[in-house]
């Protein structure tokens, strides 16, 4: 069984930082494809950004509104993804999802609530 | 960049009734590989997003076959033959063909019971 397990959110300040992981269970994590996607309170869904498997040399691509401010990065030996945000503001403010890529977006994790507040 | 709209916003439905939903892309989505790269997804209330259909017409495992997935080019249909309670929730469309700019999701069709 797949499993994804987001953690690290909670409330920061604006301006601040945050880093949120993912622990992958159920597959071959250092080959998987994967994904952030946020989800805004009472919106829709919004793709940030993807690395690829290390056999895919591990290259990441972002969704322009967070490109260089969020950072996409794994440890294979940990089976774990991270998402490092930086410059936070309140539209920042959501749930973050992991996902793994299978013919584009296949599992969720359950995700992690971020606020970004003073 | 591509732009994803779904379509209507919200659906009223009766139990045991037909639902239909729409999702057109602004440029077509047939790859060069030939395959299109449309997928649907399910989020339930409170709950994470599931996907239900990939690559138009393909189920995924579990999905009960009340679900169907059909369209070609820029026009996309998602139907549930005799809605039930359990399906109560927004439905997305999520397009990964054109890259950049990356995968774009439609803004979700809500489905009520009436």
């Known amino acids: 069984e797949v499993l994804l397990v987001e953690s690290g959110g909670g409330l920061v300040q604006p301006g601040g930082s945050l880093r949120l992981s993912c622990a992958a269970s159920?597959?071959?994590?250092?080959?998987?494809?994967m994904s952030w996607v946020r989800q805004a309170p009472g919106k829709g869904l919004e793709w940030l950004g993807r690395?690829?498997?290390?056999?895919?040399?591990?290259?990441?691509d972002y969704a322009a509104p967070v490109k260089g401010r969020f950072t996409i990065s794994r440890d294979d030996s940990k089976d774990t993804l991270y998402l490092q945000m930086t410059s936070l503001t309140s539209e920042d403010t959501g749930m973050y999802y992991c996902?793994?890529?299978?013919?584009?977006?296949?599992?969720w994790g359950q995700g992690a609530l971020v606020t970004v507040s003073s | 960049d591509v732009v994803m709209t779904q379509s209507p916003l919200s659906l009223p439905v009766t139990l045991g009734q037909a639902a239909s939903m729409s999702c057109r892309s602004s440029?077509?989505?047939?790859?060069?590989?030939?395959?299109?790269?449309l997928n649907w997804y399910q989020q339930r209330p409170g709950q994470s997003p599931r996907r239900l259909i990939y690559?138009?017409?393909n189920r995924d495992s579990g999905v009960p076959d009340r679900f169907s997935g059909s369209g070609s080019g820029t026009d996309f249909t998602l139907k549930i033959s005799r809605v039930e309670a359990e399906d109560v929730g927004i439905y997305y469309c999520?397009?990964?063909?054109?890259?950049?700019?990356?995968?774009?999701f439609g803004q979700g069709t809500k489905l009520e019971i009436k």
């Open positions: 999520l397009q990964g063909t054109h890259w950049p700019p990356g995968y774009t």
């Open positions: 690559k138009v017409s």
């Open positions: 159920g597959f071959l994590f250092d080959t998987a494809w």
């Open positions: 996902v793994r890529e299978t013919t584009l977006i296949g599992d």
């Open positions: 690395i690829k498997g290390i056999v895919d040399g591990g290259t990441t």
């Open positions: 440029q077509s989505l047939v790859h060069s590989d030939g395959n299109t790269y």
